[in-house]
């Protein structure tokens, strides 16, 4: 087992968080657990985080003033490519609005004629999207609120492990258990912080 390309944290971060642990027995263990939180958490925002610096991506015109790329935050454009003639997009013309958004400005609008009858993917984008993660090297900057979350789920589900799924909670003596399992280990602390990296369908106002 490895770490993912989308791994959200490291297996050191992780075993100093849960403290106690020595030698690489558990690393195995830790590795599977960060790269399905960190799935989790690219789940629920609905878009890959961590950083490449030569997306493709292929959008639809909008017949308004913006189209809209997957990979967030949206850090530099190349290229964007009509595909009706294959002909460049002057970068003059547009501008990052929203890198939140993954939002292209456009003042003159982008042309949403269909290509055929069957394509409606009518711009190719290149551009660097996503967040430098701490396994990538390099510069991070992964929001540290992101990333303990993801600490967070691997440290409950090390914790929890060997544990029976379907038990809410148990006692043993005078000692009591609760174990929160809501939104498939997002619980709602952590969902207050995914919350704010949610994406909006469109921009309602140019501001």
Same mark, same amino acid.
């Given at each position: 087992?490895a770490?993912?390309?989308?791994?959200?944290?490291?297996?050191?971060?992780?075993?100093?968080?849960?403290g106690?642990?020595?030698?690489?027995?558990?690393? +195995?263990?830790?590795?599977?657990?960060?790269?399905a +939180?960190?799935e989790?958490?690219?789940?629920?925002?609905g878009?890959?985080?961590?950083?490449?610096? +030569?997306?493709?991506?292929?959008?639809?015109?909008s017949?308004?003033?913006?189209?809209?790329?997957?990979?967030?935050?949206?850090?530099?454009?190349?290229?964007?490519?009509?595909?009706?003639?294959g002909?460049?997009?002057?970068?003059?013309d =547009?501008?990052i609005?929203? +890198?939140?958004?993954?939002?292209?400005?456009n003042?003159?609008?982008?042309?949403?004629?269909?290509?055929?009858?069957?394509?409606?993917?009518?711009?190719?984008?290149?551009?660097?999207?996503?967040?430098?993660?701490?396994?990538?090297?390099g510069t991070?900057?992964?929001?540290?609120?992101?990333?303990?979350?993801?600490?967070?789920?691997?440290?409950?589900?090390?914790?929890?492990?060997?544990a029976?799924?379907?038990?809410?909670?148990?006692?043993?003596?005078?000692?009591?258990?609760?174990?929160d399992?809501?939104?498939?280990?997002?619980?709602p602390?952590?969902?207050?912080?995914?919350?704010? =990296?949610?994406?909006?369908?469109?921009?309602?106002?140019?501001?």
């Amino acid at each position: 087992m490895a770490l993912a390309a989308n791994a959200l944290t490291l297996v050191a971060t992780c075993e100093a968080e849960i403290g106690g642990l020595t030698g690489g027995s558990q690393d +195995a263990l830790l590795e599977r657990y960060i790269n399905a +939180a960190s799935e989790k958490i690219a789940q629920y925002l609905g878009y890959i985080l961590y950083n490449d610096s +030569a997306v493709v991506e292929k959008v639809a015109g909008s017949n308004d003033a913006f189209i809209y790329i997957d990979r967030t935050p949206l850090n530099s454009i190349t290229s964007i490519i009509w595909l009706g003639d294959g002909s460049t997009v002057s970068s003059g013309d =547009y501008e990052i609005w929203k +890198a939140g958004q993954g939002a292209i400005y456009n003042a003159n609008g982008w042309n949403d004629s269909r290509i055929s009858m069957t394509d409606f993917e009518r711009y190719q984008v290149t551009f660097d999207g996503g967040w430098v993660t701490p396994q990538q090297g390099g510069t991070r900057d992964l929001p540290f609120d992101l990333e303990n979350v993801c600490i967070d789920m691997v440290t409950t589900m090390w914790r929890q492990k060997g544990a029976d799924a379907g038990i809410k909670s148990e006692s043993i003596l005078s000692t009591s258990v609760t174990y929160d399992r809501s939104h498939g280990g997002i619980t709602p602390t952590m969902q207050e912080v995914l919350d704010s =990296y949610k994406r909006y369908d469109r921009l309602t106002e140019v501001d």
